[in-house]
């Protein structure tokens, strides 16, 4: 079983900066080259959505609505992912999950909120 810790979360102003973290129990990305870690979010009334994902060969790929605010990256370890997020604006606010795709199977963490104020 793959657990998923998250941490950073928290309250910001818009305009601030945040930086998300997520551990794995397992190097996600020693394994199949095709696995991956990333970050989906959702806020109130609205369906979880994808945020950012890298591959183990560092393939990356963003929401459009992120695109130049928010940079994914991961530990040389191959056991965590980071959210740097600058630029956050209101609709930014949400509940931040981790995820990881290990040979096919999703795995969650228990998320992270982030509130950004205007």
């Known amino acids: 079983q793959v657990q998923l810790m998250e941490s950073g979360g928290g309250l910001v102003q818009a305009g601030g900066s945040l930086r998300l973290s997520c551990t794995a129990s397992?190097?996600?990305?020693?394994?199949?080259?095709?696995?991956?870690m990333g970050w989906y979010r959702q806020a109130p009334g609205k369906q979880r959505e994808l945020v950012a994902t890298?591959?183990?060969?560092?393939?990356?790929n963003y929401a459009d609505s992120v695109k130049g605010r928010f940079t994914i990256s991961k530990n040389s370890a191959a056991t965590s992912v980071y959210l740097q997020m600058n630029s956050l604006e209101p609709e930014d606010t949400a509940v931040y999950y981790c995820?990881?795709?290990?040979?096919?199977?999703?795995?969650w963490g228990k998320g992270t909120l982030v509130t950004v104020s205007s």
């Open positions: 995820n990881a795709n290990l040979n096919g199977i999703n795995y």
């Open positions: 397992v190097s996600i990305f020693s394994f199949n080259a095709g696995n991956a």
């Open positions: 890298i591959t183990r060969g560092g393939n990356l």
